[in-house]
Structures are given as C-alpha cells and as structure tokens.
C-alpha cells in the first residue's frame, strides 16, 4: 500500500439515525467555530480534490449547509477563462483568498492542472516534480501567514471507482452526472490514482497535510469530513501562528557603499539619450502588447532619490494602454487581512503589459523590518517568498528589473530642503521622511541584505547613482530597454 494511504481511516457504513445525531452535532459545533474565526486574525481554505465520481460536489454541498453562507466563498476552478490566462497560474488562486475571519473552498485547486497534464503526458516528470515544490512552498508560507488549511483528498480504488461508476449509469437521478470528460478521465483511472499518490505523497508534510478521505460511503464521507474540519478548527483557532524562519544571509559587503556617487552625465548627452531611449522604449512597448509576454520594473530607494522621476520619464512617450504604474503605500486593512504578498499577486502584470511599481513588496524587509511591523521571523522568511513570487512571474514570461536608486544623505538633505521652498515639490515632504533620516544606517544595512539575498539571475537588482539626476534615469532607461527586448524579441 502507498504510504499516504496508510494515513486513511477505513470508513464503514452509518445508519441514518447515527448520521442524524452527529451531523447535528458537527453543526453546531461549527456554526460556534465560525464565530470564534470571525473574531480571529486567521482564515480557513479547505481545498476539495479528488477523483471523478467521489462526491466532491456533494459534499460541498453539505458543508455549506452546515456553516452560515455569509461567511464562507466557494470557488470552483478548472480550465481557466480568458482573463485568467492573461496572467500568471497562480494569479486566480491567489485573488479568491479568504479575507481574515471567513472560510473559502476551493473545488479544485492548484494541484488539478499539473496532475491533468501529467496524467495525459504533457508534463515531464522534472517539470511536475518543479510544480509540486512550488506548491509546497506556496503552502508552508500560507500557513505561516494564518491561513487554517485544510486538503481534502477523496479517495476510491481503481475497482471502487469502476462499481460506482456503473451504478450511476443505471441509476436515472445520477446518469446526468457522467459527463463526457468523467468517461475520458475513467479511461485513464490507473494512470490518474498512480499520478495522484504521487502528488499527495510529495505535498503531504507538517504545515500543510493531507487528509485523505474514504469516499466509498456517502453518509461516512460527509461525517468525516465535518468532524475533520471539527478538530482542526478547534485546534488550529486556539493555537499561534506557526513562525517559520527563513533561510537568509547577513550582506558580505556594503553593495551601497561601493557604489561611486559621483558619476554624473551633461546635459546635452542627456537629452540626446533620452530622446534615444523614449522612443526605443516607446516602438518596444507597441511590440511587447502583441505578444503573451510583459515586463515587471520595480523602483526602490531611499526617500527624494528620484524613484518617480525615472518613471515618469520610461512612460513619457508609451501608450497609456500598454503601461500601468503602481504607488505602494502602507496596506489597507482589507490588504492587511490576507497574506502580505496576496495585494501584489492581484497587481501582477497580464500579457503584453508593462507594470512599474514605485516602492514594492520589499517593504515587508524594508521599512516593516526596521520599524518591527512584521516579526523577525516574518522577514527573515520573506526573501524565499519573495524570491518564489518573483520566479513565478519569471516562469511565466515576464521580464523583471529591479531599481535600487541610491543618494547620500547629503544629497537627501538638499533635496528636502528643496522641496520645503518650492511650492509645487510640497506635497512630497513628510514628517515620516524626516524620522526616516534617522535611520539612514539601518536602511542601507537592510538594503544591503535584501540585495544578497533576492538578487536572482530572473530578477536581478541594479544599483544605480542616483546623486546626478540625468546620470540614474538614463542608467534606468539603458535597462528598461533590454528588458522590453527580452519580452518582446
């Protein structure tokens, strides 16, 4: 017997007046859990999987007659639609998250397209062996960030799937229900239940386990899988959020202070490159919307390091249908009731864009590390994450440059003391900036980390001198154009 089957109770027939009696229990129970989750900063995704003919759907059903619906989303998923393809693959997974305090349930999920395509041959066994590790990472930082996950894995045997099968055939209330795809996955059962075990013993661990469940008998299934989810309610609402330390490495060497502040560019060598640039920029771009690839920029730096000017002067000649440009600020509470990264993945580039964001997801080992927004555990972790994140949109085709412009504090003096008497540069000037100023040294030690640590061959950080205005935007400009050539060829 495969291991992960081991893990399976044997289910057994339930009389109707058992089933009664505990299914009002388990009602009740959770109807009380769900207020205490409401209550909570934590979330439940129950993921439904399993093969064809199992009772997936019916017992959907029945977990949503035990909950108050208001509180709890369903989302089915199976081939994605138009807009869906636009995007990366875990893009709609990640916009049907539940907010903090609700349920969601996902009829299929991340796992139904792989095991899909390598039952049918089209995925290596390399390339589903990548697939389920992404998803095991994907999974382990849900957890991490309080999402109470539970897999539900509806199990029958080759011959089991084969009588059920045939009964439902001569029952008329269920005929219905075997499509033309259930008798083209029946075909491929063996194959299915060998590529499944596969998958379910690869994704079965400590964070994230599978519960795998005997579908043989309707009224045991449904018992069972209410008392699961039960237990783990009870235990996981009464329990703190498992911190889960990342792999990172304090900076070898000072990358800012190596970097020569002096370099400078004039004025006529300037505008003779920008004019060059803009437009290379600008045919590029129209190339880039026709095709199923986009280009992701990220602009981070110290405050008044001229992060938006450099924007404003890549999209200065681009169709405003081709580009969008993201300002990151402090997180909604909205935002703050998922996943740190969930408001990101929302804002992820579809084919033949180009998405710029001034300030970014390196907040979370930015400015949420030194002023303790996030634990130290959370940051720690959140350069794998974000090194995972960024891979998947790399995976997908989509080009990424990271900007880091770089001032000393001198520079950063002048320019405030700039914006104070200059009416229209006002509104840029903060009391945050001037607090920031005295923390000069820990940003740049932070700094220096997150570029050892997420500085990738897919995503690479460019540090650029950003003391001469005309110097760092023709040296972002430079780069903006190879990555457009990258994408659009």
Known sequence: MNEILKTMAIGAEIDKAEYKAREEKIRLRLLELQRQLAASKKSVLILMNGVEGSG?????????????????????FWTPDAEEAEYPPLWR??????????????????YTHPIIARVFREMSR??????????????????????????????????????????????????WRISAL?????????????IDLEALKATHNGAAPWTIVDARFERYREIYVGETLVTRLESALAAPNP?????????????LAALDMNLKLGEDEYKENLIEYSAKIARLSDRLSATKHSVLLVFEGPDAAGKG?????????????HYRVNAVSAPTDTEKG???????????????????????????????????????????????????FEKALYDSKTAIRKFYLSITAEEQLKRFEDRKVTPYKQYKLTEEDWRNRDKWDAYQHAADDMFENTSTPYAPWILVEANDKNHARIRVLKHVVEALEEAAG
């Open 56 to 76: 997936k759907g019916e017992t959907v059903k029945k977990m949503l007659e035990w909950l108050d619906a208001r509180g709890v989303e369903t989302t089915a």
């Open 93 to 110: 997974f990640w916009n049907k998250l539940p907010l903090a305090g609700r349920l969601g349930i996902f009829f299929g999920s991340w």
């Open 126 to 175: 390399v390339e589903f062996s990548a697939q389920l590790e992404d998803i095991r990472k994907l999974e382990k930082m849900l957890v991490a960030e309080g999402v109470i996950l539970l897999k539900l894995w509806m199990y029958l045997s080759a011959e089991d799937q084969k009588i059920l099968l045939k009964a439902a055939k001569k029952k008329a209330a269920t005929r």
């Open 182 to 194: 259930t008798r083209k996955f029946a075909k491929k059962k063996k194959r299915f239940q060998k």
């Open 243 to 255: 911190e889960y330390s990342g792999i990172w490495l304090p900076a070898k060497k000072r990358h």
């Open 309 to 321: 000017g450099a924007i404003r002067r890549i999209t200065w000649g681009m169709d405003p249908r």
């Open 338 to 388: 998922h996943p740190y990264l969930w408001r990101f993945w929302q804002k992820s580039p579809p084919q033949g864009r180009v998405y710029i964001f001034d300030r970014s997801w390196y907040g979370r080992v930015m400015v949420e590390r030194i002023e303790k927004f996030c634990t130290e555990a959370e940051w720690q972790r959140a350069y794998g994450e974000i090194n995972d």
